[in-house]
């Protein structure tokens, strides 16, 4: 049976369009059941225009984080996903919440994680001097970005590269990765242990590198 997934998203949706992408054509064994937004975000037309449900729980009507999340757990709890896949999703989640979804829930983030967990990784990254940049996948803890990670893309800083730049570059990248890393979510014994990644219940020692250890599944450039 194919895997039941649930995408959240705050922006322009080309992770959801890569996961889509790659069901459509039969590289990823899944569904995407729905897309929710906490806002307006132009993602939800690339949803509708698929066919698939949407949910916009905006931020703004809600007078706290409380009655917020109260809200998206009700839209989360109709559809029963087997993975949920935070996919450009802005909003910081509360432990509590976290917790209820956790080892379904996964994150896809601008980083090499541990590096640069929050905002702002691109310019950090050149600030830092770095050579390479990538995006990581984990599981979501209640810890900001800081949940097991289970695979990575890395890129080579060139000389020119200006935050804005380097992200353009990466996002294929990212593409690549998250798909990649659905495809074996969905075929693989993939499991969260007391903040060990278990990976056909043999503990990951590391995270999977998108090139060497998965396949580069994905849609390409935005």
Known sequence: MSARLLVLMSGRGTNFKA???????????AN???VIADRAAAGLG???DCGIDTVLIDRRRHPDRASFEASLATAMAGYAPD??????FMRVLSAGFVERFLGRMINIHPSLLPKYRG???????LAAGDAEHGASVHFVTPELDGGPVISQARLAIESDDKPDRLAERLLPL????????????TTTRVS??????????QPLAEPLLLGRDLDGLGSGRD
């Open 119 to 125: 905002l702002d990784t691109h310019a950090r990254a």
């Open 46 to 48: 690339l949803a509708r």
């Open 192 to 201: 969260l242990h007391h903040e060990q990644i278990l990976l056909d219940n």
């Open 19 to 29: 996961l889509q992408q790659a069901i459509e054509s039969s590289r990823l064994d």
């Open 32 to 34: 995407i059941d729905a």
């Open 174 to 185: 990212e593409h690549r990765l998250l798909t990649a890393t659905m495809a074996l979510l």
């Open 83 to 88: 993975w949920i896949v935070l996919a450009g």
